[in-house]
């Protein structure tokens, strides 16, 4: 009985198994029978074509999408990838409408999404790379930050940033921690750990009248290099303002300013920026990094939220480094996930 279940009449009025091949000019049949000879294919499907071609030019011109009425253009550009969602959509409804017009159309926004974030869909990832480096914001509201501590721990970075630290919370973070990192500091509610001495730390204002950054210089095997924990301020969404990042953006400016002037030439960023590498209010900064999830990641490396990760607000950003590979780490009790990543540090002049 099982059998029967594959086979099919042949041409000769025998039976024989259903090859995949005839399946699928089956399936082809059915989706476009009564389209040849059919003038209407062309004349249907305009306002598909129309919304076609919106798409790709808003994917493709989203850099002078305006900011001026509710940041909407920071706002598209945090979720950029995710209008490639509504490619299938438009198929799909092309398909039932049976129209070439609005099939063509198509094409266009699927080789705009392409060209934008094709590269991410391959694995970059290397072998490589001297350092690693993670960075994590624990959430300040964390049930369990020694569990929360330990599991990024066992990573295996030599350098951890954690952000979003209570102070209540401080001396538990400090003590989970202790067993893999020699050196620390906390500065505000960022905190650096590393297995490397670090010197002239400091708070990096960011314009917020109270410190959510700092940086420090670490004695790594292969020289100095200035890391920076950032936790910029958080972004709303609401409905009669629209996307509301001032203050983030203010706070972006000062820090991209701050790294601008660093002295020491080998700098790595880690921290919750609450922004993507495609948001121009983050020029500042991103302008003057490489994104290792953009150079040696292997996808969109979503960061937060971490029940449904939808944009990647958690960044790892290095100068006079080489991004070998970068992915994000098993979820713990924080709504944000965290991320690492491996850099070859550059010994050159």
């Avoid at 092309?94 to 869909?121: D, H, Q």
């Avoid at 940086?215 to 972004?235: C, D, I, K, N, Q």
């Amino acid at each position: 009985m099982a059998q029967q279940a594959y086979m099919t009449e042949t041409a000769d009025g025998g039976s024989g198994p259903e090859r995949p091949g005839t399946r699928l000019r089956r399936l082809a049949h059915r989706l476009f029978a009564g389209w040849r000879g059919d003038p209407g294919i062309w004349r249907r499907g305009a306002v598909l074509a129309a919304l076609a071609l919106l798409l790709a030019l808003v994917t493709l011109l989203h850099a002078h999408i305006p900011n001026a009425v509710g940041n909407l253009g920071s706002l598209t550009e945090t979720f950029l990838p995710w209008l490639g969602l509504a490619i299938p959509v438009l198929l799909v409804l092309g398909l039932l409408r049976k129209s070439a017009t609005a099939l063509i159309a198509v094409v266009l926004p699927v080789i705009v999404w392409l060209n934008l974030f094709g590269g991410l869909l391959a694995d970059r990832t290397g072998t490589g790379g001297d350092l690693m480096v993670a960075t994590h914001n624990v959430n300040a509201d964390n049930p369990d930050p020694a569990a929360t501590a330990t599991d990024v721990a066992a990573s295996g970075a030599d350098v951890l940033a954690l952000e979003e630290l209570p102070a209540s919370a401080v001396p538990v973070y400090e003590k989970a921690l202790a067993p893999t990192y020699e050196h620390h500091a906390v500065v505000g509610t960022v905190g650096l750990w590393s297995k490397y001495p670090m010197t002239d730390v400091r708070a990096v204002d960011i314009k917020l009248g109270w410190k959510r950054a700092m940086r420090a210089t670490l004695a790594t095997p292969e020289g100095p290099v200035a890391v920076y924990v950032a936790h910029l301020p958080s972004v709303r969404v609401k409905i009669e303002a629209g996307f509301t990042a001032r203050q983030r953006d203010k706070s972006a400016d000062a820090l991209g300013e701050a790294i601008a002037d660093e002295p020491v030439r080998r700098v790595v960023l880690l921290g919750d920026l609450n922004g993507t590498m495609n948001d121009r209010s983050l020029n500042a900064v991103t302008s003057q990094l490489r994104s290792t999830q953009g150079a040696a990641g292997s996808g969109f490396g979503f960061s937060w939220p971490a029940s449904f990760p939808m944009a990647r607000i958690d960044q790892i950003m290095v100068r006079g480094a080489e991004p070998e590979s970068s992915w994000t780490l098993p979820r713990t009790d924080s709504d944000h996930l965290p991320v690492a990543a491996r850099v070859k540090l550059d010994t050159g002049s």
